[in-house]
């Protein structure tokens, strides 16, 4: 299973950027998707996750700023950023919930990391 996250890069302060992770490989199905975030000295954090239903959850820094969805065909996770602080600089983190072909409980996956820097 593999977890390819796209779309970081450098934004003003008030900016947007939009991350997406798609995941691949010999899967079932695929439970919670989300992302996370780890700032340099800080411990990593949720930033918003999202069940296959729909249901969302967000950290509350980034609540009514971000947005997550998801796109169960295609395995993909999105996360909308929008006026974007720079204590939003981190290095975000893709996340998924998989059940492989052939298991019955989900294991968790991580993405190789995407930096996100916001300059004032």
């Known amino acids: 299973v593999q977890l390819q996250a796209s779309g970081g890069g450098l934004v003003q302060a008030g900016g947007s950027l939009r991350l997406s992770c798609v995941v691949s490989?010999?899967?079932?199905?695929?439970?919670?998707m989300g992302w996370y975030r780890q700032a340099p000295g800080n411990q990593r954090e949720m930033v918003a996750t999202?069940?296959?239903?729909?249901?969302?959850n967000f950290g509350y820094s980034v609540k009514d700023r971000f947005t997550v969805s998801r796109d169960n065909a295609k395995r993909l996770v999105a996360l909308e950023m929008n006026a974007l602080k720079p204590e939003d600089t981190a290095v975000y983190f893709c996340?998924?919930?998989?059940?492989?072909?052939?298991?019955?409980?989900?294991?968790?996956?991580w993405g190789q990391g995407t930096l996100v820097t916001v300059s004032s």
């Open positions: 996340n998924a919930h998989v059940i492989r072909r052939g298991y019955y409980a989900p294991r968790e996956y």
């Open positions: 999202i069940r296959s239903g729909g249901l969302t």
């Open positions: 490989g010999d899967i079932y199905s695929v439970d919670e």
